[in-house]
Nanobody, 126 residues
Framework: QVQLVESGGGLVQPGGSLRLSCAAS????????IGWFRQAPGKEREGVLC????????YYADSVKGRFTVSRANAKKTVTLQMDSLKPEDTAVYYC???????????????????WGQGTQVTVSS
């Protein structure tokens, strides 16, 4: 069945780095854009970034531009999210999800994505 599995979360100090992975199975990975979202306690889920099917187009939320970098390896069916210069406000559960063919101009909208993973916790604290 269709599955997306996030991994790599953990506890890191402010200014530190983490690398998250999203592993896909059960579908033709190359046909789907992949989005990363996050949800902090008491807040709505928000879009972090999206990467197109081939990896050539990416969209980032203003809050993470210049600090987060996304890449994908279609042969391995994985998407990697490199997070640097982490801040306490980056603390959240991070999710990946898929969207048919493209990110779309409203990539940050959760309703545009499906097949959500179970999430991985990222905590930025000293």
């Amino acid at each position: 069945q269709v599955q997306l599995v996030e991994s790599g979360g953990g506890l890191v100090q402010p200014g530190g780095s983490l690398r998250l992975s999203c592993a896909a199975s059960g579908f033709t990975f190359d046909d789907y854009a992949i989005g990363w979202f996050r949800q902090a306690p008491g807040k709505e889920r928000e879009g972090v970034l999206c990467i197109s099917t081939g990896g050539g187009t990416t969209y980032y939320a203003d809050s993470v531009k210049g600090r987060f970098t996304v890449s994908r390896a279609n042969a391995k069916k994985t998407v990697t999210l490199q997070m640097d210069s982490l801040k306490p406000e980056d603390t959240a559960v991070y999710y990946c999800a898929r969207r048919w063919r493209s990110c779309s101009t409203t990539w940050y909208t959760t309703a545009n994505f499906g097949s959500w993973g179970q999430g991985t916790q990222v905590t930025v604290s000293s």
